[in-house]
């Protein structure tokens, strides 16, 4: 059994910046690919981020202002996010994959409002 905690959601402002953050019970190897989803209100939950070992790849609308990495711990899983836009607004999920079984964090709300 693995849990993942996410925190670091918040209100901030259009222009702001937030580190969200995801705790893994187990250490994340580099074979453990590591996601970001986010679900803004009334809309699909949608991908935003992946790490996989080195490679890292972003959807289009956060490209240059998202980053996502790991700690050297291991265990820690974070999503800086830089230059919010409303848009930006949700729930922000971390998602990874322990012993072939794939693992959901219970989500951190960003809102991003003036």
């Known amino acids: 059994q693995v849990q993942l905690v996410e925190s670091g959601g918040g209100l901030v402002q259009p222009g702001g910046s937030l580190n969200l953050s995801c705790v893994a019970s187990?250490?994340?190897?580099?074979?453990?690919?590591m996601r970001w989803y986010r679900q803004a209100p009334g809309k699909e939950r949608e991908f935003v981020a992946v790490?996989?070992?080195?490679?890292?790849y972003y959807t289009d609308s956060v490209k240059g202002r998202f980053t996502i990495s790991r700690d050297n711990t291991r265990t820690t899983v974070y999503l800086v996010m830089n230059n919010l836009k409303p848009e930006d607004t949700g729930d922000y999920y971390c998602?990874?994959?322990?012993?072939?079984?794939?693992?959901w964090g219970q989500g951190t709300q960003v809102t991003v409002s003036s």
């Open positions: 998602n990874g994959d322990f012993g072939g079984r794939a693992y």
């Open positions: 187990e250490i994340i190897t580099p074979p453990t690919i």
């Open positions: 790490l996989n070992g080195a490679i890292t």
